[in-house]
């Protein structure tokens, strides 16, 4: 599947029951990555709700998945140069939300291997954001100690999708475990 918007990790030998789990959502597709699901969700803000629900109702469905990840904005990528312009010019619309704030940028790399560096990207943005902020006159600072904001980077392959999280998100959906 090309067009996804959720990226699924799921726990092994599980995949049946995380496609029954899912299907109602919108189309869910294997990757060419272990354990790794991705789907085209028809209503993200529908399915995590759902899901909260669901899971409050039946705790063992965490045994099924390890994290769903939900992302609001995804792209194509050849070249890591090209993935860091894409990734700038989507992350600089979360720069207003990111003021005053504690934050840090989050990836997880599925693909690429030895021509995408998880820890380079993660700091590479993390720097853009500190110095977009500092040019307009705003504060914000990277922590890893109960931040504002984490911002997820997923990438499957040559595709990447990127969401903002607040704290109250992270804490509200246990699926989401992004550090």
């Known amino acids: ?3 996804w918007n959720v990226v699924i990790t799921v ?3 599980k ?3 995380a496609f029954n789990l899912l299907e109602p959502f919108g189309q869910v597709g294997k990757s060419e990555f272990f354990n790794v699901l991705v789907m085209k969700a028809d209503d993200i803000q529908k399915m ?4 909260l ?3 409050s109702e039946k705790p063992a469905i965490l045994s099924i998945v390890a994290r769903i990840m939900p992302v609001s904005q995804t ?3 050849h070249k890591p140069e090209e993935f860091e312009e894409k ?3 989507v992350v600089k619309y979360w720069i207003p939300a990111l003021s005053g704030k504690g934050f840090h940028v989050r990836m997880h790399r599925r693909g690429f291997k030895g021509r995408l560096s998880t820890l380079k990207e993660e700091q590479f943005l993390d720097n853009y954001l500190i110095e977009s902020l500092e040019k307009r006159k705003a504060s914000g600072h990277i922590t890893f100690t109960e931040p504002d904001f984490i911002i997820d980077i997923e990438t499957v392959a040559q595709r990447a999708g990127l969401s903002l999280w607040s704290k109250e998100d992270l804490e509200g959906y246990p ?3 992004l550090d």
């Open 11 to 13: 726990h092994e030998g």
């Open 53 to 55: 629900w669901r899971i």
């Open 175 to 177: 699926f989401l475990k």
């Open 1 to 3: 599947m090309k067009d």
């Open 75 to 77: 792209f194509n990528f």
């Open 48 to 51: 995590m709700k759902t899901l």
């Open 87 to 89: 990734a700038r010019e």
């Open 15 to 17: 995949f049946r029951e």
